[in-house]
């Protein structure tokens, strides 16, 4: 079985560096990369989609001409909260003494209202392992770090984890296999 994540059109949030709310909307200029997804996702026979329930997600989707999915809150992006909707350069001057701890525990550190890498890599955790038997091919339409997590599902060695970029609209396909989770490909675009 495969599981392929696609993260989500470019949204306004990301070109302006805040962080997005359930809210945010792909942008007009996603278009040209989601249509590489579309080129990229040919080679796939797709048996359900999977949407986080954040709008650009469901949007993504959509465009990809994915009109039936199933929205899971596990295939949502890290919960940032309090910080949701702020510039990220804002941020580092408010929560100055957040940062400073985060330098020092990266991983355990829940964000102001929200929560930590390692919840997050326990919610994809947990959507993979119920998931994994379920259909032949699924597509999560999901978010950067999000799938970042999903990747740390099985490469465990956290040391790394701030060394992947998710690009919008990338491909990043998990092969499972006699109960084997294989990163077969991350940032496919």
């Known amino acids: 079985m495969k599981i392929i994540f696609?993260?989500?059109g470019l949204t306004e949030s990301n070109k302006s560096k805040r962080f997005s709310t359930e809210d945010t909307k792909i942008s007009k200029d996603a278009y040209k990369d989601l249509d590489k997804s579309k080129f990229n996702l040919r080679d796939y026979n797709v048996d359900k989609v999977y949407t986080s329930k954040?709008?650009?997600s469901k949007e993504t989707a959509e465009y990809l001409g994915f009109n039936e999915y199933t929205e899971d809150k596990r295939l949502n992006e890290m919960d940032f909260g309090d910080f949701k909707g702020k510039?990220?350069?804002?941020?580092?001057i408010e929560y100055e003494n957040f940062y400073k701890e985060r330098k020092l525990n990266p991983y355990d550190i829940?964000?102001?209202?929200?929560?930590?890498?390692?919840?997050?890599?326990?919610?994809l955790d947990d959507f993979i392992e119920d998931k994994k038997t379920s259909h032949n091919t699924i597509l999560c339409v999901s978010h950067g770090i999000a799938i970042r997590a999903a990747i740390f599902t099985i490469l465990n060695d956290l040391s790394n984890f701030e060394n992947f970029w998710i690009d919008n609209g990338s491909l990043t396909i998990i092969n499972i296999e006699n109960n084997k989770k294989i990163l077969e490909c991350v940032n496919k675009i």
């Open 110 to 123: 829940r964000y102001p209202g929200g929560e930590s890498v390692k919840d997050l890599i326990k919610r």
């Open 54 to 56: 954040l709008l650009r």
């Open 6 to 8: 696609l993260r989500h």
């Open 87 to 92: 510039r990220i350069s804002d941020t580092l």
